[in-house]
């Protein structure tokens, strides 16, 4: 099975810079959860090599970066949880009763609407 990992320990400026506002808050609260819209892109990938009786000598690893994130403050975070329980829905339900039973209807309708609730300005990740 290959494993993920995120690569790096500092933030891209962009990223950094679409934190800066809540930095204190982040700080400040330790046991803080909050939810965002993240955009992943790959960094690095690791294939696993053969041993010379043919066995993987390890796993597959694909290192991912984080290239913009933007925090969902207010109200806006239950539309973003929102819109996470209806992907959430989508990649769980296909092939199950829950998918006969509208489930899948539901979250796509979810996802459609959940753009238009969200505000605020977007600011691309340099």
């Known amino acids: 099975m290959t494993e993920v990992k995120i690569a790096g320990g500092k933030l891209p400026k962009g990223v950094a810079g679409a934190l800066a506002p809540y930095v204190d808050e982040l700080f400040r609260d330790r046991s803080g959860r909050w ?30 970066r984080i290239a913009a994130v933007e925090l969902a403050i207010g109200e806006d975070e239950h539309h ?18 829950d998918e006969l039973d ?7 309708g979810d996802l459609r609407n959940a753009a238009g609730l969200i505000s605020g300005p977007f600011t691309p990740a340099s």
């Open 35 to 64: 939810i965002a819209v993240v955009e992943l892109v790959h960094d690095d990938r690791t294939e696993p090599g053969l041993s010379d009786d043919g066995e993987p000598t390890k796993e597959a690893v694909v290192k991912l």
């Open 80 to 97: 973003v949880r929102s819109a996470q329980r209806a992907l959430y829905t989508k990649r769980t339900t296909g092939d199950t009763l």
């Open 102 to 108: 509208g489930g899948l209807d539901q979250a796509d």
